[in-house]
């Protein structure tokens, strides 16, 4: 049981003592969270970007195949094909210019948005806030990866979540649903995120919780990772649903009602990978259930089949200690992208997944396809390199702009 909840884990939680005993380093630290406000302070002052920038001899993921070389022209921020004014040009030498957004993350740190810049990931959507200030300094942050971010997550009061994770955004009742629906956006959160687990909210609670932010014309997102909170989860019409099933996969029947009701699901097949491989971590988080990552695989199965939205999302966790830390947030989304091709996706559906469908699904508009006026979120991988034929080779990075700003590592 804690083991499926250690596996959404995330951020919306407070101190823990699991997160504590893994890694030392506690998100909502005073302290971490004081050096973090002064390094996106100090850097948030970088320039915007000027001037023109053509980019030739580059081939364009369009969403369904990649095209011919052909020029893109960097205008500020945003995407041009005129190519009047240009001041500089660079030779793409016949690299693929597709995007990637992760779908589900979770980060706390400055040193996060440069390794996912460097990875080429240049919209990340948070999926808990547990500091609205820190939340507001890693959103503006020009020329790094932009960080959208659901609120505090609404967790029920004794539930593993709150007992075992520290999580404090109880919601007691229905009755309670409204006012911390309306907290959460009034602090500038994009989504409303909460939590589905077997002693968690019960149904009507849920329900209201969905229904609050459906109230006020926004999205909810929820968590659910074994099989009886998956039901929760699709009766309650959340949006977005989180993670699959590790220990009964969902059924046909349960995939189609997400489908008709126009849900869709970002599975994380990397967080169910990464912690059914730790045996160490399993010994203790399991709690004696029969987890498995072949259930997590069967249920992605189940999903494609009944033709849901599945977005790439991670879990990557930069204050999750030895197994998630800070480097390797980024290039988990480069391994999600394999893990669902192995499960069974083309290679396009799986580039499809961290790019046009959550642009679609998350609504993110003016991003993530190379148009006239999108955002300059652009990630060049080397010549020869064809992700269609090998999904591997989104690896193959050449370089990288967040909006119209080339993201340098630093040497
Ligand atoms: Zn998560």
Redesign the pocket.
């Known amino acids: 049981m804690q083991f499926i909840i250690y ?6 939680l407070g101190p823990s003592s699991v997160n504590g005993y893994l890694s030392g380093r506690h998100e909502t630290d005073g302290s971490h969270i004081e050096t973090q406000l002064e390094l996106l302070g100090a850097r948030s002052q970088s320039t915007p970007p000027t001037g023109k920038i053509a980019l030739t001899n580059v081939r364009v993921f369009d969403g369904w195949t990649i095209g011919e070389p052909s020029t893109v022209v960097i205008d500020g921020d945003s995407i041009t094909f005129d190519p009047r004014g240009v001041h500089n040009t660079i030779d793409g030498e016949g690299g693929v210019l597709p995007g990637l957004i992760d779908s ?3 980060l706390s740190t400055l040193a996060s948005l440069k390794s996912l810049s460097s990875y080429g990931i240049t919209t990340v959507m948070s ?2 806030c547990t500091n609205y200030t820190l939340c507001a300094a890693l959103r503006n942050q020009v020329g790094l990866t932009t960080f959208f971010t659901a609120g505090e997550g609404a967790v029920a009061r004794n539930s593993t979540h709150a007992t075992v994770f520290g999580a404090t955004g109880f919601v007691n009742s229905p009755s309670e649903a409204p006012e911390f629906v309306a907290n959460v956006f009034g602090n500038g959160s994009e989504y409303m995120k909460l939590i589905a687990e077997p002693n968690g909210f019960n149904q009507a609670t849920h329900d209201a919780l969905v229904s609050a932010t459906h109230a006020l014309g926004k999205v909810a997102m929820t ?1 659910a990772q074994d099989y009886g909170s998956y039901e929760v989860a699709i009766r309650s019409r959340t949006n977005g649903i ?2 699959v099933p590790f220990d009964i996969p969902l059924t046909e029947e349960m995939a189609q009602r997400i489908k008709q009701q126009a849900q869709y699901v970002t599975p ?1 097949l990397n ?1 169910g990978k990464i912690v059914t491989a730790n045996a160490t971590l399993v010994s203790i988080l399991s709690g004696g259930m029969n987890l498995t990552y072949q259930a997590g695989v069967a249920g992605v199965q189940q999903l494609m089949h009944a033709g849901v939205p599945l977005l790439a ?1 991670t ?1 990557a ?1 930069d204050a999750a200690g030895s197994f998630l830390v800070g480097d390797t947030i980024g290039i988990t989304l480069h391994r999600e992208l394999q893990y669902l091709t192995e499960a069974g996706m083309s290679e396009v559906e799986a580039l499809r997944a961290a790019t046009v469908v959550p642009s679609i699904w998350h609504n993110l508009i003016g991003r993530w396809s190379i148009r006239e006026g999108y955002r300059a979120d652009l990630l060049l991988l080397k010549p020869g390199s064809d992700p269609l034929r090998n999904i591997s080779q989104t690896l193959d990075i050449a370089r990288v702009w967040n909006g119209g700003i080339e993201y340098v590592p630093a040497a």
């Open positions: 596996l959404l884990l995330t951020a919306l589900h993350i979770h999926m808990g968590h989180q993670h994380t967080i999302g879990d966790n």
